[in-house]
């Protein structure tokens, strides 16, 4: 992808439902779960490389023993930093202790993360914290077992100000306005609740604080917790929790906008942010990994026992499809196949660009995720070369000789890798403020493939800013020499922010906005700008619910193709030689390659919860009067 685009976040829970003796017997470590773990958290590194953290429950230990463990990493290898951490931990006490070799239990009791439940999380961070602090799990302690509370999750809320503000209401004093300090700090507030209502109980029905704890671990109502804490939610969320005694959730929006999946065998239960890494984790068929519904949560209580809650009435299902465009590993075989299907969709139109013109066209992609629907691109350019050579042959009537028919099948598609990319220089440009000076030189280019007298098809997952095509990719391609440039964009134009996880919150760094707003000012229609703007403040004070997208008419009078055009134009130095054109997905497209993924606001505006339109009304405000503030 050229235009780097981060998003929060992968989450991964195992729960081992053996005692920890079974795995050293059958696996021969009783470190099953910490490998295991270190697996998962690896495999989706991709969702997640400013931060990563980690932390166990030990299940039955005795008062006085740590049962807790956490660790938590902003460095520059994070996932790798905290196993490091990790095992060091673990080898320097079984060199001290040699003891503990092969003694199970006394590894539990003595050496820390070695614990039944556990859970992982890699972090990006959207909005440029990255301090330590800001790194998940995040951890609510208590001296009552039951009312410790480890919290993890890939979510982003946009009324975090109505949730802080309600805590503050319940006479609570944050530490921060964060909307994970926030979630935390809400599911805390009912867990006491429910603690203190069955103490009562038991109380009441004469037994000592002691004797209540045990029964209140068995009986608290994790379901009834997390209705009452979700009721105010907005938002897209995959949310991780840990309880003290034992039990453990997850639990996903009702939109299921992020998403979450979950595999149960008699030896473990896994909850992770992606199919394909449970499947590789744990040697799980496809058809075993099930898609955790939304509004639903996976409850796993101390004992064992596994239940599906519904916590929140499902909304119209808006699963986001940047997580199959982008996001998500493309290993699964679902998202493979739509991958594909997003390459093949664009062919007819890519087709007009370059004129029908096959024998004259160089093929290629922007590494690495866009090499998917490439392949299916070039699916659907060999299909149409097939029939071109075939309707040639039927044209000929059988007069054809054997070098014309030979001239005409050994027509072949031209693919080559033109743009390479420097990971090194990457990691360079993951800031705004430095972006723009250092992207010119992230990718390098093939020589001598592509000649004066052809057309250079470069496809992408997506164009959002455009930053690197225009400082850097369009450059080194015009370097080439080709007649044009065709950029072809496996997503629609990104038109609209993101207020659940991705890093797109501000309308003026979408390239898309910045057509539209170049093509008001060539039409002389400026005015409809104070128009939108006069239409959001009128709104400000409206209740979530009541709140319309008015930035949909800034849209509204262009046509995708006119978009397009401009952005082209945009993109475009006085200094390039070839001609440079641009290709979208069209949405109605979008939707027929990723049916189950139809979460289209960046595309359309039509956010999947009410605090969607209040943050892009603000968007536009902020814009208009030169904040740079995000808007939720």
Known sequence: MSDQLKHECGIALIRLLKPLEFYKEKYGTAFYGINKMYLMMEKQHNRGQDGAGFASIKLDVKPGQRYISRVRSNAA?????????????????????????????????????????????????????????????????????????????NFNMTNVFKLFNKLVELG??????????????????????????LYKKFKNAGL????????????????????????????????????????????????????????????????????????????????????????????????????????????????????????????????????KMLGRLLFPKIMEKIDNDIDNSVFSYIPNTAETSFYGMIEAAHQ???????????????????????????????TEKIAIKDAKLRTFITEDSSRDDLVAHVYDVTYGVVKPTDH???????????????????????????KSIVVVSSAPQIRYPDCYGIDMARLEGLIAFQAALHLHKDRGTENIIDEIYEKCKTQLEYEDRDVKNYVQEFYAPFTDEE?????????????????????????????????????DWYFTGDYPTDGGNRVVNRAFINFYEGNDERAY
Not at 234 to 241: L, Q, R, W
């Open 384 to 414: 149409v070369l097939n029939e071109q050579k075939r309707d040639a042959i039927i044209a000929g009537e059988g007069n054809l000789t054997a070098e014309q028919v030979e001239k005409t099948l050994s027509r072949k598609l031209r």
């Open 563 to 599: 978009i397009s055009d401009k952005i082209a134009e945009l993109l475009s130095d006085d200094d390039l030689n070839a001609k440079v054109e641009i290709v979208y997905q069209k949405v109605e497209d979008l939707h027929k390659a990723c049916p189950k993924n139809l979460g």
């Open 172 to 197: 609570q004093h944050p530490k921060d306005m964060a909307d994970t300090v926030t979630v935390m700090e809400k599911v805390g507030h009912f867990q006491d609740n429910e603690v203190r209502k």
């Open 77 to 153: 290898q994070p996932i790798q930093d905290i196993f490091d951490q990790i095992n060091n931990r673990i080898n320097d006490e079984m060199a001290a202790n040699p003891k503990l070799k092969d003694n199970v239990a006394a590894q539990k009791t003595s050496i820390p993360y070695v614990g039944e439940l556990l859970m992982g999380h890699v972090r990006y961070g959207t909005f440029g914290k990255n301090s330590i602090e800001s790194v998940h799990p995040f951890l609510r302690q208590n001296n009552w077992m039951h009312r410790n509370l480890i919290m993890a999750g």
């Open 456 to 482: 250079l098809v470069i496809i992408d997952d997506s164009i959002v800013r455009g930053t690197t095509l225009k400082k850097s990719i369009l450059k080194m391609m015009d370097r080439l020499n080709p």
């Open 208 to 339: 000592s604080k002691m004797e209540a704890s045990p029964k209140i671990a068995e009986e608290i109502n994790v379901a009834k917790i997390l209705r009452k804490s979700a009721r105010d939610w907005d938002g897209g969320y995959a949310m991780g929790g840990l309880m003290g005694h034992g039990d453990a959730f997850l639990l996903r929006d009702p939109a299921g906008i992020r998403p979450a999946y979950y595999y149960k065998d008699d030896e473990v239960v896994v909850v992770a942010s992606e199919r394909p890494v449970i499947q590789t984790a744990f040697n799980a068929k496809f058809e075993d990994v099930h898609e955790l519904d939304p509004g639903k949560a996976i409850i796993i209580k101390k004992n064992g026992t596994v239940s599906l809650e519904q916590i929140s009435e499902p909304l119209e299902r808006k699963a986001c499809s940047f997580e199959r465009i982008y996001f998500s590993r493309g290993s699964d075989a679902e998202i493979y196949q739509e991958r």
